[in-house]
């Protein structure tokens, strides 16, 4: 199988190339496609120096998967292209989430999705996919009714802009001056806005998480969703407290039975014990953990979801999708 990566350059581009290098079914180097700002700049992949391209029209010919993580804008102008071309569009932006015609896809939760076909295939928001994570297997067991969550989102969520924002801000606290990828100070601080204002109180992150888990647990309005989403000083690694009410009472200790058995997923059952982002940074697995009942209601469970937005949050959740159409390709099982 022939890929490329559009938005090689970037965070998740990276770190998509470093996912790769371990991966049997690609035996071929993927082809780098930047902008025109990064065209000839180096990446080494399997030991080897591969050079940026900027993307256009020849790009995608002779290629069969193309993953991208170059934004909304670049996605919406290059997906169809690259599609029409005969690829497997896997898309990190949120521009193809919602289209009825490209599946958002969780492997471990609807896998079944991925075609072998050309096609376009949605990668979820890194905070949606992390959190569903959690929430389908209690769905599956308990019925999910409510799902209320508030995330602690990482800097790199916000690309490499975003992250030379922070390590500057620090080294110049106080007197850093204004930023240009934040809204207000990010070091040392906390900001409850992420994106743009959607007009109803909410913004834009919030907004995703309610609409993207809804579409990948196949429900409607009757799963009752709100989040607030915050950035905070955190280099990798998101995190979410999340509350969920059930149709029927929830015992802690066998929920944090029915997350251990789902695949992708590390739990703690001691409800005093957790993860924090600073260890699942570099890592694919969502960790669960302060496991406890709600003390309001038997049918109510609290959790504390963390994860490496960067990796299950984007590339590693994009390479899943690409593992398992390189298998529906070859014949073979998944993960074969
Ligand atoms: N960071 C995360 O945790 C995360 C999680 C989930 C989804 N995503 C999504 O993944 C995408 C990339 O995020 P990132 O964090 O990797 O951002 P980033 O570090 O800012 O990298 C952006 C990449 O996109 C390329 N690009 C930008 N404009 C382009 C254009 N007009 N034509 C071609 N290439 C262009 C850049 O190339 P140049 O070097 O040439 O500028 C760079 O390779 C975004 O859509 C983001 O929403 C990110």
């Not at 471990?108 to 994570?133: D, F, K, W, Y």
Request: proline share 7%; net charge neutral.
């Amino acid at each position: 199988m022939r890929i490329c990566i559009l938005g090689a350059s970037g965070l998740v581009g990276r770190a998509m190339l470093s996912l790769l290098e371990t991966q049997p079914w690609l035996t071929a180097d993927p082809v780098l496609l930047t902008s025109a700002r990064s065209a000839g700049q180096e990446i080494s992949f399997r030991g080897r120096a591969l050079v940026c391209r900027e993307v256009g029209p020849d790009s995608f010919d002779g290629l069969q998967l193309a993953l991208f993580s170059a934004g909304g804008g670049t996605s919406l102008r290059w997906a169809p292209v690259a599609r029409d071309a005969g690829c497997l569009v896997v898309d990190n932006s949120s521009a193809w989430r919602m289209d009825p015609d490209s599946p958002l896809v969780v492997p471990e939760i609807n896998g079944h999705l991925v075609g072998r076909g050309p096609g376009i295939i949605a990668n979820p928001n890194c905070s949606t996919i992390q959190i569903v994570m959690a929430v389908a297997p209690l769905d599956a067991a308990f019925g999910v009714r409510e799902c209320h969550v508030t995330t602690l989102q990482a800097v790199s969520g916000a690309g490499q802009a975003a992250v030379q924002e922070l390590e500057r801000q620090s080294r110049q606290y106080p007197d850093h001056g204004p930023g240009d990828v934040f809204p207000r100070p990010m070091a040392f601080n906390a900001l409850p806005a992420i994106g743009r204002q959607t007009g109803d109180g909410a913004y834009e992150e919030e907004s995703k998480v309610l609409h993207e888990m809804r579409r990948i647990l196949a429900r409607g309005e009757d799963l009752h969703v709100t989040c607030t989403a915050t950035r905070v000083p955190v280099m990798t690694g998101h995190s979410a407290a999340v509350r969920l009410v059930c149709e029927k009472p929830v015992d802690p200790r066998e929920a944090a039975w029915v997350l251990a058995a789902f695949p992708g997923l590390v739990v703690t059952t001691d409800p005093y014990d957790y993860h924090t982002a600073r260890e699942a940074a570099g890592t694919n697995e969502v960790y669960v953990g302060r496991i406890r009942r709600d003390p309001g209601t038997a049918r109510g469970l609290l959790l504390w979801v963390v994860a490496d937005n960067l990796r299950k949050g984007a590339a590693w959740n994009a390479v899943q999708i690409a593992q398992t159409a390189a298998a529906a390709a070859s014949g073979a099982a998944p993960g074969a």
